[in-house]
């Protein structure tokens, strides 16, 4: 199985703040890989995919950058709506694999 | 709208079997391959098994090989997981998720997820 990690597993951030995650898959997965957002006891919903593509909706204060096994999430300028947890995933092959998840919390 | 919603969630002893469905609604349910997700209590997401849109393939994850089954009924728009043989380990919200394209593509549409407890 592709192993995802994400770093770093959890930060505090100010409304306003550029932040950037990162993730690394343990072998390349071309551009096969998406971001979710998740809020405390809500589903996950669809940031990112093919590594860069935004997902209709979502504000373009979000971006994603990447291939291979070095991936990206950057948020412009941190909104209250955005402290959540972020997840990538590779839909390369199966099992499909999420990384352990990134909590960004408010400062 | 794209609506999945998952039922049949519940507290279950180890070693007895449960069966989630979700029900769909808003698109054209045959089109898509459906995957099952989960998420242990305080935990991250875990993947664990997808059926192709006509039923014709299922992939699962090693832990539950043998003990789970995924199907679906088109006719009905609806999604099952068959969970035999449960593990304590297998406490967890269930989520369906629908695959965004025919091939391998990224989940776009999450149902609200149904809890499952396996304790004595």
């Known amino acids: 199985a592709i192993r995802m990690t994400q770093s770093p597993s959890s930060f505090s951030a100010s409304t306003g703040d550029r932040v950037t995650i990162t993730c690394r898959a343990s072998l390349g997965i071309s551009t096969s890989l998406a971001w979710y957002q998740q809020k405390p006891g809500k589903a996950p919903k669809l940031l990112i995919y093919?590594?860069?593509t935004l997902q209709s909706g979502v504000p373009s204060t979000f971006s994603g950058s990447g291939s291979g096994t070095d991936f990206t999430l950057t948020i412009s300028r941190l909104q209250s709506e955005d402290f959540a947890t972020y997840y990538c995933q590779q839909y390369y092959s199966y099992p499909r694999t999420f990384g352990q998840g990134t909590k960004v919390e408010i400062k | 709208q794209v609506q999945l919603v998952e039922s049949g969630g519940g507290v279950v002893q180890p070693g007895r079997s449960l069966r989630l469905s979700c029900a769909a609604s808003g698109f054209t349910f045959s089109f898509y391959a459906m995957h099952w997700v989960r998420q242990a209590p305080g935990k991250g997401l875990e993947w664990v098994a997808v059926?192709?849109?006509?039923?014709?393939?299922?992939y699962y994850t090693d832990s539950v090989k043998g003990r789970f089954t995924i199907s679906r009924d088109n006719s009905k728009n609806t999604l099952h997981l068959q969970m035999d043989s449960l593990r304590p380990e297998d406490t967890a919200v269930y989520y369906c998720a629908r695959g965004s394209c025919g091939g391998d593509c990224p989940f776009d549409c999450w149902g609200q997820g149904t809890l499952v407890t396996v304790s004595s």
């Open positions: 093919a590594a860069s």
């Open positions: 059926i192709s849109y006509d039923g014709s393939k299922e």
